[in-house]
């Protein structure tokens, strides 16, 4: 190390020793494949530190030329080692896995889901993109679950972008009971809980990644819901880090996927159905909303957006369609006045086909 240290300088040697300390780490990540890959990296490692102990105890090697010969070893050994070996091994080793192995390696490393204090079943209202009724669905199916007789709470976990406050008509702050938890506030007789309670009305959420994962746990764990059967989670639009931290952190009954018939909307359905699929959410079906324009005048219907595209995707991706909500002008008015269709028009054709969504989502889970 003397030698070393006579002929370089102080910066090269520390570029030297993360080198070699990233050759350490590798040989420990590949510890767990078989004996012949290992030994292969073993050589290449001693090999790579017993050249370079010759090169720099001769001494007459100067600076670029050590530097150049470094580079040039180790760039052999990821080419020759990682190319040539771990690709092969990786793919014959996942080629082997069963379904249930594959999602005990995928689990590594992320926490102990932990089920929410009085919630018995949690389902969670996505979509792809946004602007589609996700969270006006997400109002209507959970009021329309509480008039089958379940007991029902509503979370909204849009963080940027609330809606359930202004859907709800509710603008009061949520109070905290003796433990620190936030009591939600009612409104047509359910909990809701929203990051809209709690910022003014008009103020934008201008938080880095960090501060919006507390924002989740906050919400996830530090909200006083009273023994509800089941919990509508309004997620926000997207796969992004918020309905990955809440996936990884609570368990999930299901999902249901809300989309419109356009094309640009079902391209998006496709993945956020593959996130639920990669992360063992059971996906309970699919709700086509604006599905057909009904004229307030004379009730013809107008596939506006289109006809059959989302039942061709749902045979593709083996999902089933749990209902279809119509597009009528009724929705746009009730929900800006923060009172649900389903509720103020109970037997218009919208809250008709909301309430048997809600029905099917509760045989669902009553069949599990």
């Not at 379940?150 to 008509?169: E, H, N, T």
């Not at 960090?210 to 509800?228: F, S």
């Not at 989670?233 to 880090?241: E, N």
């Not at 099917?360 to 599990?368: A, F, M």
């Amino acid at each position: 190390m003397l030698c070393f240290c006579r002929y370089t300088s102080v910066n090269f040697f520390k570029e030297c020793c993360f080198v070699l300390s990233f050759t350490f780490i590798v040989q420990y990540h590949f510890s767990v494949f078989e004996n012949s890959l290992k030994f292969v990296i073993c050589l290449c490692r001693f090999r790579f530190v017993i050249d370079y102990t010759k090169a720099i105890y001769c001494g007459k090697l100067e600076h670029c030329f050590i530097k150049m010969l470094f580079m040039r070893s180790f760039k052999k050994i990821t080419e020759q080692v990682v190319k040539r070996n771990l690709i092969a091994f990786c793919a014959k080793k996942l080629s082997s896995q069963n379904g249930k192995d594959q999602q005990n390696v995928m689990g590594r490393g992320l926490p102990k889901k932990k089920p929410i204090p009085g919630v018995k079943d949690i389902i969670l209202v996505a979509s792809g993109k946004g602007g589609v009724g996700k969270s006006t669905i997400s109002v209507n199916i959970a009021l329309g679950m509480t008039q089958n007789g379940v007991k029902v709470g509503l979370l909204d976990a849009d963080i940027f972008g609330p809606s359930i406050p202004k859907l709800m008509q509710i603008n009061q702050k949520p109070e905290v009971n003796k433990d620190g938890l936030m009591i939600p506030p009612f409104n047509h007789g359910m909990p809701c809980m929203s990051m809209g309670f709690l910022i003014p009305e008009n103020a934008p959420v201008v938080w880095r990644g960090m501060m919006v994962m507390q924002a989740v746990q906050q919400l996830l764990w530090k909200v006083y819901w009273e023994n509800i059967d089941v919990l509508i989670v309004d997620m926000p639009p997207g796969t992004g880090d918020v309905p990955l931290s809440i996936i990884q952190n609570v368990p999930i009954s299901g999902a249901v996927i809300v989309s419109t018939p356009q094309d640009i909307a079902l391209t998006d359905v496709r993945r956020g159905v593959e996130m639920f699929k990669k992360m063992s959410v059971p996906v309970l079906g699919l709700v086509q909303n604006m599905s057909v324009y009904l004229c307030s005048n004379c009730g013809q219907k107008t596939h506006i957006f289109g006809k059959d595209k989302l039942e061709k995707l749902t045979k593709i991706m083996d999902l089933e369609i749990l209902g279809d909500v119509p597009l009528h002008e009724n929705i746009s008015e009730f929900s800006d006045k923060g009172t649900p269709f389903v509720i103020e028009s109970p037997e218009s054709l919208e809250a008709l086909s909301i309430r048997a969504i809600a029905q099917k989502v509760c045989e669902k889970l009553s069949n599990r």
